[in-house]
């Protein structure tokens, strides 16, 4: 199989050494490679890859939502989202899919398979693509009560009105979130604050949290990043980031192989590679 990912900067991905351990796990001969290009190259980039003998190829940054012009078809979430991250190749047809909301829930799941009950009370941290598709995940799991904040909050705002959630979720401040976090059984942290050079911040305090919340960031580098550290001091289930990165990636190699993978067959291999 002919795979590999487009996107700029990508020289430090990850994406190449999980699809060669998931290639070689199940006996297809295959490739990875990595298409940098930077914004003047991505149009012949892309003319290159719809004449090629590529299967798929994964998208990131900056290119997620600019590809999709260049597709034949989207899958629900894709369209819904406006966002792609990954492409199947049917003999030069491509069709789009969205597998990060999907391999955010799936990650919580592994880890804690009382999560996402339609019950539950969710925040989320950010409004940024990965909210955006965490939050159309969570809305599929049949979860209702996904309350948003920012610090700008018009952007929440229109993140729960895109995702036609207005009924019953609310735009927060920042600080407006603070206040009453004791009513939350899952808190989400999305944006980029607690990686370099933000590391030793966090966007919220934590304090009147409860024990049985789990706080979960998607940052993987530190794999305990501050306000990890900070629900671990207040007694809160930790959820770390490194689990959503996996099973995105699982989702999309079931997309082009058909095969499916559970994560715990690679997650330790692939802690100590993240070290
Ligand atoms: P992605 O698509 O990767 O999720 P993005 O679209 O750049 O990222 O969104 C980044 C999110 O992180 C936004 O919610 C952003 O807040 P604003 O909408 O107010 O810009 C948030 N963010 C990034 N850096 C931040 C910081 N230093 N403090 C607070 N919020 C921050």
Redesign the pocket.
């Given at each position: 199989m002919q795979l590999g990912l487009i996107g700029y900067p990508i020289a430090h991905s990850l994406s190449p050494w999980i699809h060669h351990r998931l290639l070689t796990m199940h006996g297809i001969e295959g490739e990875y490679s990595l298409y940098e290009c930077n914004p003047e190259q991505f149009p012949d980039q892309m003319e290159q890859l719809k004449g090629s003998k590529i299967n798929g190829f994964n998208v990131t940054?900056p290119y997620k939502e600019k590809i999709i012009p260049y597709l034949d078809e989207l899958d629900e979430a894709a369209k819904f989202l406006g966002a792609v991250n990954t492409v199947k190749s049917d003999n030069g047809r491509l069709i789009g899919y969205n597998t990060d909301g999907r391999g955010y829930a799936a990650s919580l799941l592994n880890q804690y398979d009382d999560a996402l009950k339609s019950s539950d009370k969710v925040l989320i941290l950010?409004?940024?693509?990965?909210?955006r598709g965490i939050f159309y995940a969570l809305l599929k799991h049949g979860v209702k009560k996904i309350n948003v904040a920012?610090?700008?909050v018009e952007?929440a705002q229109r993140v729960i009105e895109d995702l036609q959630a207005h009924s019953t979720s609310s735009a927060l401040t920042l600080q407006q979130a603070e206040e009453d976090l004791s009513q939350y059984d899952l808190i989400i942290q999305?944006?980029?604050?607690g990686m370099a050079p933000?590391k030793n911040?966090t966007?919220i305090s934590l304090t009147g949290i409860n024990a049985n919340t789990i706080v979960s960031d998607i940052v993987y580098r530190p794999k305990k990043t501050s306000l990890l550290k900070e629900a671990e001091r207040q007694g809160a289930r930790l959820h770390y980031g490194h689990g959503m990165l996996l099973n995105q990636a699982i989702l999309a190699f079931e997309i082009w192989s058909g095969k499916s993978t559970a994560a715990s067959r690679i997650m330790t291999a692939f802690e100590e590679k993240l070290k």
């Open positions: 940054v950010g409004s940024g693509g990965a909210a920012n610090r700008t952007k999305t944006t980029s604050v933000e911040r966007l």
